[in-house]
T-cell receptor
Framework: DQQVKQNSPSLSVQEGRISILNCDYT??????FLWYKKYPAEGPTFLIS?????DKNEDGRFTVFLNKSAKHLSLHIVPSQPGDSAVYFC???????????FGGGTRLMVKP | DGGITQSPKYLFRKEGQNVTLSCEQN?????MYWYRQDPGQGLRLIYY???????QKGDIAEGYSVSREKKESFPLTVTSAQKNPTAFYLC????????????FGDGTRLSIL
């Protein structure tokens, strides 16, 4: 039973537009959420995180939104760039950063 | 340059043989982790260690073993008991005290012939 789900396996967006990647979770004990970006044959790279005491965290072109009542988080990338094309994983933890549970990933393709 | 080094990048072994994957970090991180990724899936936690000489099982520890004799090193052995060992293995580390996220190495792709 997947505790963290990314229901869209892929997403295609035009360069300059907004990319919205979604993630749902079921475990109410999760209180820290992260997004990682991954290129093929490389390790994931940390992008942005949010703790459950917040509902929004912004870092440059990347913003993560958390809706605790819906157990839903989303990553917004604006404007999207071709270099953003990668697989994005959301992850959740019941302690800040330890014992991460990952979603299945969403492949983002940003077209020039 | 500080970072996490996984070696080798590609590894081939015959069925029934044990194989050990290396993970070294020079970030002075206390915690280290091993994950497995299968095609089209997310990462699943195999083992983790928060301190030298101590480690805990993750979600899919069966068929794997680890050791943590040094802070910098956390090798993973894939034993012959692991039913489907072909996968992409990722090592990560984290500074617990500063509440930082996990940082990952570039992975080892293991193929069983």
């Amino acid at each position: 039973d997947q505790q963290v789900k990314q229901n869209s396996p892929s997403l295609s967006v035009q360069e300059g537009r907004i990319s919205i990647l979604n993630c749902d979770y079921t475990n109410s004990m999760f209180d820290y959420f992260l997004w990682y970006k991954k290129y093929p044959a490389e390790g994931p790279t940390f992008l942005i995180s949010i703790s459950s005491i917040k509902d929004k965290n912004e870092d440059g072109r990347f913003t993560v939104f958390l809706n605790k009542s819906a157990k839903h988080l989303s990553l917004h990338i604006v404007p999207s760039q071709p270099g953003d094309s990668a697989v994005y994983f959301c992850a959740a933890s019941d302690h800040a950063g330890n014992m991460l549970t990952f979603g299945g990933g969403t492949r983002l393709m940003v077209k020039p | 340059d500080g970072g996490i080094t996984q070696s080798p990048k590609y590894l081939f072994r015959k069925e029934g043989q044990n194989v050990t994957l290396s993970c070294e970090q020079n970030l002075n991180h206390d915690a280290m982790y091993w994950y497995r990724q299968d095609p089209g899936q997310g990462l699943r936690l195999i083992y983790y260690s928060q301190i030298v000489n101590d480690f805990q099982k993750g979600d899919i520890a069966e068929g794997y073993s680890v050791s943590r004799e040094k802070k910098e090193s956390f090798p993973l052995t894939v034993t012959s008991a692991q039913k489907n060992p072909t996968a992409f293995y990722l090592c990560a580390s984290r500074a617990i005290q500063s509440n930082q996220p996990q940082h990952f190495g570039d992975g080892t792709r293991l193929s069983i012939l």
